[in-house]
């Protein structure tokens, strides 16, 4: 964790443009250029070198590493993925015979991980919905309790401190997958979770372009464990992409910004227009998260999910609109959409869409999409 500063008084925007950076040295980048390295130069006692093997450790990571340490307010690792990062945090902190407690609506694949490997590892599930009224009877006995708000993809919220505190009572530990929010807008281990983790490969990175994610915890000796877990199990972040998320974070506050305020606007669309069955985003006053999401985040995120009458009802959305792609994942700089019961593992409606706004302009988007449900209300 990264000592007091004169800068931890300074907003984020300003915050994020400098998070990680080495002190100024004449004639240098501000941002090192990434460090290719397989091995380092280095003689005699290990403990005299700080880099002494690529799987080890790696400047490029260091930097990032510091300025993410510095946004969570706890110490952070970077991992190859979202789900490396969470992969290190079941590896970590369950053993045989634990209760690990997560939401039966949150990401797939953390499921799949938790119903496979680590069932057959000895590790017991049980899975709750985010809303569920019941959620505190679930921890009795958990070692640890995942949670995902907003969810991913049905923009569920659920209340961080409250749930801390309930599984704290009971001597369970908890993490927040925090992907869509990210730490600028939702700060995990502020509101007491133990361990804070995302897929920097969406909005926090937000161009699209690298698969990295991060873990960050308040506990020293956690994040020394996730280290360990890091270097033997071998799922490392390539020193590119870590630069290339380092280089991002600099706009993330400008690109959220825009992503937020377009989310919002998209959503007051969709809730006026008949084709909309029904519309779900953490900033509408009407929605059933607002309360809870105004309370702990700073902004509603850039994902807003929508109900049309069918599959093909959906299929004329993708054909006429000129500025949504269609694409899995979210937090780009462009706007992308998805139906997603094209994933047969999601319980979806056939015309529900998720869509992660993008950086456009708002008018054009707004345009776009008017002219696309007019498309989609002749069928």
Not at 17 to 45: C, D, H, I, K, T
Not at 90 to 104: C, I, K, N, Q, Y
């Given at each position: 964790m990264s000592n007091a500063n004169p800068e931890d008084s300074f907003r984020d925007a300003t915050r994020l443009v400098r998070a990680g950076l080495p002190p100024a040295a004449q004639g240098e980048a501000f941002l090192p250029g990434p460090v290719f390295a397989a091995m380092y130069q280095f003689s005699g006692n290990p403990e005299t070198s700080p880099f002494t093997y690529g799987r080890f450790h790696n400047p490029t990571w260091s930097h990032y590493e510091q300025a993410l340490s510095e946004l969570?307010?706890?110490?952070?690792?970077?991992?190859?993925?979202g789900m490396a990062a969470l992969a290190a945090v079941f590896g970590t902190a369950l053993r045989p015979g634990d209760v690990l407690v997560m939401p039966s609506d949150g990401y797939y694949t953390g499921r799949l991980l938790?119903?496979?490997?680590?069932?057959?590892?000895?590790?017991?599930?049980?899975?709750?919905?985010?809303?569920?009224?019941d959620t505190a009877a679930q921890l009795r006995g958990a070692?640890?309790?995942?949670l995902e708000t907003p969810t991913n993809p049905g923009l569920d919220v659920c209340d961080i401190a409250a749930l801390a505190r309930a599984a704290h009572e009971q001597g369970a530990l908890v993490a927040v997958d925090n992907t869509t929010a990210t730490v600028l807008d939702q700060r995990p281990l502020a509101l007491g979770a133990d361990y804070s983790l995302a897929a920097d490969t969406k909005a926090l990175s937000g161009h699209a372009d690298l698969m990295l994610g991060h873990v960050a915890c308040r506990d020293a000796?956690?994040?020394?464990?996730?280290?360990t877990w890091r270097t033997q199990m071998g799922s490392i972040p390539g020193p590119m992409e870590v630069w290339l998320a380092h280089r991002s974070l600099a706009s993330l506050d400008v690109r959220l910004e825009r992503m937020c305020s377009n989310a919002l606007a998209i959503a007051n669309l969709l809730a006026e227009r008949r084709e909309v069955l029904r519309v779900r985003y953490p900033g509408l006053p009407s929605d059933p998260a607002h309360a809870i999401a105004k309370r702990q985040?700073?902004?509603?995120?850039?994902?807003?999910?929508?109900?049309?009458?069918?599959?093909?009802?959906?299929?004329?959305?993708?054909?006429?609109?000129?500025?949504?792609?269609?694409?899995?994942?979210?937090?780009?700089?462009?706007?992308?959409?998805e139906?997603?019961?094209?994933w047969i593992n999601d319980p979806c409606p056939p015309g529900f869409i998720r869509l992660s706004a993008g950086c456009?302009?708002?008018?054009?988007?707004?345009?776009?999409?008017?002219?696309?449900?007019?498309?989609v209300s002749r069928l």
């Amino acid at each position: 964790m990264s000592n007091a500063n004169p800068e931890d008084s300074f907003r984020d925007a300003t915050r994020l443009v400098r998070a990680g950076l080495p002190p100024a040295a004449q004639g240098e980048a501000f941002l090192p250029g990434p460090v290719f390295a397989a091995m380092y130069q280095f003689s005699g006692n290990p403990e005299t070198s700080p880099f002494t093997y690529g799987r080890f450790h790696n400047p490029t990571w260091s930097h990032y590493e510091q300025a993410l340490s510095e946004l969570e307010g706890g110490h952070a690792l970077a991992f190859a993925s979202g789900m490396a990062a969470l992969a290190a945090v079941f590896g970590t902190a369950l053993r045989p015979g634990d209760v690990l407690v997560m939401p039966s609506d949150g990401y797939y694949t953390g499921r799949l991980l938790a119903r496979g490997h680590f069932a057959s590892a000895g590790i017991q599930t049980r899975e709750f919905a985010t809303t569920a009224p019941d959620t505190a009877a679930q921890l009795r006995g958990a070692k640890l309790l995942l949670l995902e708000t907003p969810t991913n993809p049905g923009l569920d919220v659920c209340d961080i401190a409250a749930l801390a505190r309930a599984a704290h009572e009971q001597g369970a530990l908890v993490a927040v997958d925090n992907t869509t929010a990210t730490v600028l807008d939702q700060r995990p281990l502020a509101l007491g979770a133990d361990y804070s983790l995302a897929a920097d490969t969406k909005a926090l990175s937000g161009h699209a372009d690298l698969m990295l994610g991060h873990v960050a915890c308040r506990d020293a000796e956690a994040a020394q464990k996730l280290r360990t877990w890091r270097t033997q199990m071998g799922s490392i972040p390539g020193p590119m992409e870590v630069w290339l998320a380092h280089r991002s974070l600099a706009s993330l506050d400008v690109r959220l910004e825009r992503m937020c305020s377009n989310a919002l606007a998209i959503a007051n669309l969709l809730a006026e227009r008949r084709e909309v069955l029904r519309v779900r985003y953490p900033g509408l006053p009407s929605d059933p998260a607002h309360a809870i999401a105004k309370r702990q985040m700073k902004r509603f995120g850039p994902v807003v999910s929508f109900e049309l009458a069918s599959q093909k009802h959906a299929e004329q959305f993708f054909a006429h609109s000129k500025l949504v792609s269609e694409a899995t994942s979210f937090g780009s700089v462009r706007t992308t959409a998805e139906r997603r019961a094209r994933w047969i593992n999601d319980p979806c409606p056939p015309g529900f869409i998720r869509l992660s706004a993008g950086c456009e302009d708002p008018s054009d988007l707004l345009s776009d999409l008017s002219q696309t449900l007019d498309a989609v209300s002749r069928l």
